[in-house]
């Protein structure tokens, strides 16, 4: 049984820094594109980054480049996606996701690519 677990997700000051965390089992990641999304209220899914694990390659929305990052310790079958500088405009639920690998090009920030989902962990940034 496929299983993706989040977890980092707390309250943060603008400027400052959290580790989000996904846990994957049921399946090795290394097949897979790994990817964050994002979903404030009101607001649609969004795509922030991901990695297509066979080869590392990573993807970034504009509005996180310079201050995400998109990592894997294959060890632990985690995804880490460490958020710097963080804004305001940061707050959202954040998921965990995994589709197939061919997902991580032009369409890796497509919410409907991706079959498997984490339940979500809440980041709160305050000014």
């Known amino acids: 049984q ?7 997700g707390e309250s943060a000051q603008a ?18 594109c790994m990817a964050w999304f994002r979903q404030a209220p009101g607001k649609e899914r969004e795509g922030v980054a991901a ?3 066979i080869d590392g390659t ?19 079958g ?10 305001p405009e940061d707050s959202a639920m954040y998921y965990c996701a995994a589709a197939i690998s061919a997902v991580c090009g032009s369409t890796w920030s497509n919410p409907k690519e ?3 989902w984490g339940q979500g962990t809440q980041v709160t ?3």
């Open 125 to 127: 940034v305050s000014s």
């Open 51 to 53: 990695s297509r694990i």
């Open 78 to 87: 985690t995804v880490y996606l460490q958020m710097d500088l963080l804004k």
């Open 15 to 32: 400027g400052g820094s959290l580790r989000l965390s996904c846990v994957v089992s049921g399946y090795h990641y290394y097949t897979r």
């Open 58 to 76: 990573t993807y970034y929305a504009d509005s996180v480049k310079g201050r995400f990052t998109i990592s894997q310790y294959d060890a632990k």
């Open 114 to 116: 991706f079959a498997d």
């Open 2 to 8: 496929v299983e993706l677990v989040e977890s980092g």
